[in-house]
């Protein structure tokens, strides 16, 4: 899908990571994890829109923000029309 991104919360203490479980989905007992309790930031987002189907694109690595490819940037306008 896509979205806007409107803002950036953080860094977020532990109280207010433990009480956002509902936005993430982290489980209380996976925050005492240092991968996982690295993650103290919220992303808000807003106009999110599901696309029907999936735009391929090349990824390596983790979560990072990603350069689309013309062949990726055109599937994705398609993708767009359609919404």
């Known amino acids: 899908g896509v979205a806007d991104l409107l803002d950036?919360?953080?860094p977020l203490s532990r109280h207010?990571?433990?009480?956002g479980?509902?936005?993430h989905?982290?489980?209380p007992d996976r925050w005492s994890d240092p991968d996982v309790a690295?993650?103290?930031h919220a992303w808000v987002l807003?106009?999110?829109r599901r696309l029907s189907t999936?735009?391929?694109y090349v990824h390596s690595g983790g979560v990072q923000f990603v350069t689309l490819d013309e062949v990726a940037k055109?599937?994705?306008?398609?993708a767009l029309a359609g919404l």
């Open 38 to 40: 690295k993650y103290d």
């Open 54 to 56: 999936p735009v391929p």
């Open 21 to 23: 479980e509902k936005y």
């Open 74 to 78: 055109l599937h994705l306008k398609q």
């Open 8 to 10: 950036c919360k953080g």
């Open 16 to 19: 207010e990571l433990l009480a």
């Open 25 to 27: 989905q982290i489980t």
């Open 46 to 48: 807003g106009n999110v």
